[in-house]
């Protein structure tokens, strides 16, 4: 019995970890610095329908904070600029789709990351270190593996996966958009496939070093002589 409620626990560890890295890196990148050091790169490229530097920074920026501060629907249909209205209807639908995307995986991050530390110290202190060790380095083991498929299939088939991605978290369509729609010129192809890279190089890495932690801990826990009482 105890047997298989230490692999029980330690399974579902391995599973948590993709999820806390990942979405993790996403709320990385969902901020005002992410988006300073994207729009200040020289191959990023400039809005051709009018556009100026901070203008396209100041509605992103507001763009983002709508979506991680939840704020209410209304914060972008009322955004207006030289007195005409920045986004359109769908826009402003798709929007408040993404927020609530957003703040529905933030909060199944949040869940796992409380799960997750409720199970190590359940291992911890049940004794079983080498099975939190081992979670932790085929959780981060996973976490890489994961990434590194979904970085080469974004590399080799970047409309495939681009398509994929939004076909499971919205409604068929409704993330198309004109080249001269706002969205579009606040966030073009190349903000969401620096985006996509970006988070899979921090998961890649991130899942690596747990993973090395995991197994350097292992290791170290199997090297320790057992303590038998007399």
């Known amino acids: 019995m105890r047997t298989r409620l230490t692999q029980t626990l330690r399974v579902s560890i391995l599973l948590l970890i993709p999820i806390l890295v990942v979405v993790g890196g996403v ?4 901020t005002d610095e992410y988006l300073a050091f ?6 990023f490229p400039p809005d051709s329908f009018g556009f100026t530097q901070r203008e396209r920074f100041v509605l992103a920026s507001t763009n983002i904070h709508y979506v991680r501060a939840h704020l209410p629907n209304d914060e972008l249909s009322k955004q207006t600029l030289n007195g005409v209205p920045v986004y359109n209807a769908r826009e402003v639908g798709h929007m408040a789709d993404v927020q609530a995307v957003f703040q529905s995986v933030f909060r199944v991050w949040q869940a796992a990351f409380i799960l997750l530390l409720i199970l190590g110290i359940a291992l911890w202190r049940m004794g079983d270190r080498v099975a939190l060790a081992s979670a932790l380095q085929s959780g981060g083991l996973l976490t890489s593996g994961m990434l590194l498929s979904i970085a080469l299939l974004a590399l080799f088939a970047w409309q495939t996966w681009f398509n994929l991605f939004h076909r499971l978290f919205f409604v068929q369509g409704s993330w198309l958009f004109e080249y001269s729609d706002t969205l579009i010129r606040l966030f073009p192809l190349e903000f969401w496939s620096d985006a996509t890279f970006a988070i899979s190089i921090f998961s890649l890495v991130g899942g690596l070093l747990i993973a090395f932690i995991g ?16």
């Not at 709320?27 to 969902?30: D, E, K, T």
């Open 215 to 230: 197994w350097r801990w292992r290791i170290m826990l199997e090297k320790i002589p057992l303590k038998i009482k007399p």
């Open 27 to 30: 709320s990385l990148l969902a």
């Open 38 to 43: 994207e729009y200040g790169k020289t191959s």
